[in-house]
């Protein structure tokens, strides 16, 4: 009777009030069904950590001071390695996004196949700009190496420089 008043309906009252309450097939579909999902949307979230960090960390930190140097060309001649790391570090970024979609994927379809798809899609080209501006990082530190080279008749290079 107390188990009435606390809210309960008449059903759950009379499951609690004989022992255990009973687990129907669904509940236990439902149940063993989460279990691989739960895991799953762990490794999910530790990406999205992974990828905010490896963003911050080698853009804002590694890459920033260097890229809005006036001169970039001779900026990124000085830190070579420092812009190396610093795209290396932001490339983490550009494998988390495709994983974090890969992952999701299976879950996002259960729910809607078309949805599921164009995140995935979203995602794959998210990474592909990424890596096209990896790419033309890591030519400039070529392109100034050569500036550098080249000595003080060397205004291409400042050129294709700005360009990149």
């Known amino acids: 009777m107390k188990l009435l008043c606390r809210g309960f309906t ?8 004989g022992g255990a309450a009973k687990t129907t097939p669904r509940e236990k579909k439902t149940r063993e069904k989460k ?6 949307l762990r490794i999910v ?3 999205f950590i992974t990828a905010t960090v490896a963003s911050v960390v080698g853009f804002q930190v590694v890459l920033s001071p260097i890229l809005n140097d006036s001169n970039i060309v001779t900026a990124v001649a000085g830190n070579d390695t420092r812009t190396i790391i610093g795209v290396l570090i932001d490339a ?3 494998v988390a996004v495709v994983a974090i ?3 999701l994927f299976p879950i996002i ?3 809607n196949e078309a949805l599921a798809s164009g995140y995935l899609a979203s995602r794959i080209i998210e990474s592909a700009i990424l890596i096209v501006g990896h790419i033309s990082l ?3 530190v070529t392109v100034s190496q050569q500036f550098v080279k080249a000595g003080p ?3 291409h290079y400042l050129a294709l420089g700005t360009l990149l």
Do not use: C, F, M, Y
């Open 109 to 111: 379809r259960e729910r």
């Open 35 to 40: 279990t691989p999902e739960k895991k799953t």
């Open 153 to 155: 008749d060397a205004s």
């Open 92 to 94: 983490i970024n550009s």
């Open 45 to 47: 979230g530790a990406l």
């Open 10 to 17: 008449h059903a759950q009252a009379r499951g609690r009030a």
């Open 101 to 103: 979609a890969v992952l």
């Open 138 to 140: 890591l030519s400039l």
